[in-house]
């Protein structure tokens, strides 16, 4: 029988989003998207077909709308500390070492099936050294393993394989893989992290110190709130900055515009999904454009996810890995807001007798020291860019004409001072400029990145320079024959004024992304010194010197009008940075002074007394993480506030609905998604209450999710085989009790992962071979039971860490920035051009561990990516392991392979003089045994034919090398 399918030609759209066409099917759609407008364009027939078709065919009724999916699903129920079974088999009883066996032993009687033998011991230490530490055994190690028949000798290596800091090396490395880790920003253009290692090392440490799994979590999500006096909390956001991130939408696109809406949006959104999957192994981010539709994860709870990173962004966050330092410089801080308070308030605390005293004792010492500065000419001037600047009566120069976006001005001036101690930038006001100036920006503002001043010797004088001379950078040009000294090493900056976190000592740190500003002080002459570090003896000619002013800021932020100087006088020179309203206080008799004066110069005083202790402190230290405290980059600034996230239809920036409150999800009886807080504004408070509410004991998925993530990293698959995903679309737990009773274990010993690696590694189930059995196969093809230990590839890392260790070229330096294991050149636009097949692979760089290579996102490391290293701009809860071609030419023809396998022949030349003898030693450290006569007499023809350096790479291609029995 044929059904008649009548299509109605009209049909309304829903009015609401959740029955909106877009919102009815799981489409993975970006805010505003093309294809969701498209859907509802289209939606009304399509309706239509669908409704026709169900009645037609199935007798049913399309509804309008779906409630949410229960919450009654295995991952969301609380909690079950199952008992371990019982032993009911008598051929088993005493297989059994830990509570995991009885689980596993259980679910293989329920299907008929039988444990494995034990893997040799050799076997065994090696998946063990591989699975802990990421790297085989050495010869050595194996030979005392195999000789020690004490009944605790495998627990007694466990134990020390859990202490090497090589554990938290390559458990920090699946991590990363987990929050996908990378050290640049990806998209279209992937300019490179210099500050995102010490997140890295963060994880590093925390494995090793076996930190409470708990904390472990805080840490990451609102350390920097949770746990302030720790400077490595501060580190352990950079979790929230793991992911790409879209710099020319979110730095360069100015203004609210719709664009940089959407990229808001987006990267809320790889905080959200990011912190979810990782700890929760939820996918909260279907509910983007609609309610999830599988799992009751409504679009208001995911976008009340988003409002709780709605006040960060990803950026350089300052610290300091002294605690003491940190205490030192926020007191310092504190003390100039409060005596910048006190003098708005004429607070008479700043006529204290005592700091009136103090005040008397310096103002006495200004008007005995009196720097005598004297104007340069100009002799050459040039701006890189195309402004025009213009010699002024008074020895000074005016940017006019072209403003450029950024530019490096250059200028040469000649002084007959017999010798130089100090230089002087003044940066004046003008008529001609935005405001007045002293800055060619539209708010008059102004940035100097960097000043770099050089003694240049004209032609023809041979003058003694006291600094080394060179050849001129590249960078750099010089006139014919013209010979220019090193950098002059300036130090002790001072200025009138400067902005907030931008101050004078950026302009000659030699980073050229930090800077000096000086808003919103405009409409005002600024002026600047530097004691030169040895003075500059003049020769007979006199002294000839090239400054560079580099403004590298962008937007225009250029000096509008600036003069030089310098001095013979002696250091100090903090008496010519005086603001001109504190010089007519001193330049009038105190008797004479009002109180409102006295307490303003009381109140330079003390400020500058702090900012001279602060000067003296360490530099801080930068780390790229998630923050609102960091310093503007044009129109790229710290919000002041958390931004308004709203529910947006369809996930449409252009469609907002209601505003969404910070809150988590309302799956558990036990634990509301709702969050109190005293404050909206407070961003850190957000952050605190999603990390209290992951962490807490009732949040059942937090406590599965990490146990999963062991066993799979363990056993090369989860008792969920979807680590990520623990929702109706992700897999079922093949052992839910042995899942429970993990989590409650791990949870109640109070979340100590060395615990759970020790009990997993030192189970039966783990210890079993990995021999094939057909019959079993027949029945569990996957071995999601466990009848055997899954045969696994070495990754990438362990393969490019093991050849290392074994050739006794592993460099074990721990920590630091990472080292780039390839040719870094400026490229056309911001992303550089990087060459890994040129980098030389005798460089010390390439011989640190995996975890410390620098990882490209946009051009990840050919040899690398040919051994299924993941694509770090997406989460790789789970590695592909694949056997290809491309694999075995990178085995072995790949640089760094010959090159090591060159080590490796070297290394068993070592061992003897006689052919025979070096071959068992490739043996011996390639595989950890012993040739057998068969196999000796192979290699070692082939090594006498072809040499030691190729036997070996003939050994680590075959699979006893390339596989984990």
């Known amino acids: 029988m044929q059904a008649s399918l009548k299509i109605p030609r009209e049909q309304p759209i829903a009015a609401s989003p959740r029955q909106s066409g877009a919102a009815r099917f799981p489409v993975a759609c970006h805010p505003g998207c093309r294809l969701a407008l498209e859907i509802d364009r289209q939606f009304p027939l399509l309706l239509a077909i669908l409704a026709a078709v169900a009645q037609a065919f199935f007798g049913a009724t399309l509804l309008a709308d779906a409630p949410l999916p229960p919450a009654d699903h295995w991952a969301y129920r609380p909690l079950q500390k199952a008992t371990p079974p019982p032993v009911t088999t008598a051929a088993w009883h005493g297989w059994s070492r830990t509570p995991i066996d009885r689980f596993i032993l259980a679910k293989l009687s329920e299907h008929n099936l039988d444990p494995s033998p034990p893997a040799d011991r050799r076997t065994l230490l090696r998946r063990v050294y591989l699975d802990l530490i990421g790297m085989p055994p050495l010869p050595e190690e194996v030979d005392a393993f195999l000789s020690d028949n004490a009944p605790d000798a495998y627990e007694r290596v466990v134990g020390q394989l859990l202490s090497s800091p090589h554990y938290g090396e390559r458990w920090a490395r699946h991590w990363m893989d987990v929050v996908h880790f990378a050290e640049t920003h990806g998209h279209d253009q992937d300019r490179p992290r210099e500050h995102a290692w010490p997140y890295r090392d963060f994880l590093v440490r925390s494995f090793n110190q076996d930190k409470p799994y708990a904390r472990f979590v805080q840490e990451q999500v609102a350390g920097d709130v949770l746990f302030p006096e720790n400077p490595w909390a501060v580190t352990a956001t950079g979790f929230i900055a793991a992911g790409p991130w879209d710099e020319s939408s979110l730095m360069f696109v100015q ?32 509910a983007r454009c609609h309610d999830h539709k599988f799992d009751p994860i409504t679009q208001e709870e995911y976008y009340s996810l988003q409002a709780v990173f709605a006040g960060i962004d990803k950026a350089n966050r300052p610290y300091d890995p002294d605690p003491s330092t940190r205490r030192k410089r926020d007191s310092l801080a504190a003390l100039i807001r409060q005596v910048r308070q006190q003098l708005n308030a004429a607070d008479n605390a700043l006529l204290d007798p005592v700091l009136m005293a103090e005040v008397a004792v310096w103002e006495e010492e200004f008007h005995n020291s009196v720097t ?158 530097f004691t030169v570090d040895q003075p500059i003896h003049a020769s007979e000619h006199g002294t000839t010197l090239k400054f560079e002013l580099k403004q590298l800021v962008g937007a225009g ?60 402190l360490p530099e801080s230290q930068l780390v790229f993480c998630g923050t609102s405290k960091f310093k503007a980059n044009g129109g790229f600034q710290p919000p002041a506030a958390p931004r308004m996230v709203h529910v947006l239809s369809r996930g449409n920036v252009q469609s907002p609905g209601a505003v969404a409150g910070p809150g988590a999800l309302q799956i558990f009886d036990d634990l509301p998604g709702t969050f109190e807080l005293e404050d909206l504004a407070d961003e850190g408070a957000r952050r605190a209450s999603l990390a209290r509410w992951l962490t807490d004991p009732h949040n059942v998925l937090t406590w599965r999710s990490i146990v999963n993530r062991v066993w799979h990293y363990h056993f090369s698959r989860g008792i969920v085989n979807t680590p990520n995903e623990f929702g109706h679309m ?88 990472s080292v780039k294991q390839f040719i870094q050149s400026k490229g056309i636009h911001i992303t550089p051009k990087v060459d890994y097949v040129g980098f030389n692979t005798h460089d010390p760089a390439n011989y640190r561990r995996s975890v410390y290579r620098f990882l490209f996102r946009t051009i990840p490391d050919p040899f690398m990516e040919s051994l299924d290293c993941p694509d770090a701009s997406m989460w790789a809860p789970d590695r592909n392991e694949s056997v290809t071609a491309a694999q075995a030419l990178s085995m072995l023809h790949d640089k760094f392979i010959v090159t090591q396998c060159e080590h490796l022949g070297d290394r068993a030349k070592l061992a003897s003089d006689s052919m025979p003898t070096q071959v068992e030693e ?27 350096a190729n036997a070996a790479r003939f050994l680590l291609n075959g699979n006893e090398f390339m596989f984990v029995d």
Not at 278 to 284: D, I, P
Not at 396 to 425: C, E, F, H, M, N
Not at 584 to 603: E, G, S, V
Not at 797 to 804: A, G, N, V
């Open 255 to 286: 203004g609210e515009s719709v664009d940089r809406l959407i990229a808001h949006y987006l990267d809320r959104d790889d905080m959200v999904t990011t912190t979810m999957s990782t700890f929760a192994s939820s996918s909260v981010q279907c």
């Open 372 to 529: 005598e500065w004297h104007v340069l000419t100009p002799t050459e001037f040039a701006s890189a860019e195309g402004a025009t600047l213009t010699l002024q009566p008074d020895g000074s120069l005016l940017s006019g004409g072209k403003r450029p976006d950024k530019d490096t001005y250059s200028v040469v001036a000649r002084t007959d001072l017999p010798q130089i101690t100090g230089l002087r930038i003044e940066t004046l006001t003008h008529d001609s400029l935005p405001y007045g100036g002293p800055g060619r920006q539209d708010n008059a503002n102004l940035h100097l990145n960097e000043l770099i001043v050089t003694i240049v010797d004209p032609p023809g004088n041979n003058q003694e320079l006291p600094n080394d001379i060179s050849s001129q950078p590249d960078d750099k040009e010089t006139t014919e024959a013209e010979v220019v000294s090193e950098p002059i090493q300036l130090r002790d900056p001072q200025a009138d004024f400067s902005q907030d976190d931008y101050p004078i000592a950026k302009a000659v740190d030699g980073d050229p992304d930090t800077m000096w500003g000086i808003y919103p002080d405009i409409r005002k002459s600024h002026r600047a010194v």
């Open 557 to 616: 932020h250029l000096i509008g009008r600036l003069r030089l100087s310098v001095t013979a006088s002696p250091p100090p020179f903090g008496n010519s940075v005086i603001p001109d309203g504190v010089l007519t206080i001193l330049a009038t008799d105190p008797a004479l002074r009002d109180d409102q004066q006295r307490r303003k110069l009381n109140a330079h005083y003390l400020e500058q007394r702090c900012l001279l202790e602060l000067a003296s």
């Open 730 to 817: 992700g897999g079922k737990p093949s052992h839910p009790e042995l899942l429970d009773w993990l989590a409650t274990t791990f949870l109640e010993s109070g979340g100590s992962l060395k615990a759970l690696h020790h009990l997993i590694v030192t189970s039966t189930v783990y210890r079993q071979s990995s021999n094939y059995n057909s019959p079993f196969a027949e029945v569990d093809r996957e071995n999601q039971y466990l009848w055997r230990m899954n045969r696994q590839r070495l990754d990438a890392e362990q393969i490019r860490d093991s050849l290392l260790r074994i050739s006794g070229r592993l460099d074990a330096t721990m920590g630091g920035p």
């Open 922 to 948: 490739l043996f011996r450290l390639l595989l950890g045994r012993l040739p057998s006569p068969q196999e000796s007499t192979a290699v070692i023809g082939y090594a006498h034919q072809h040499g030691l």
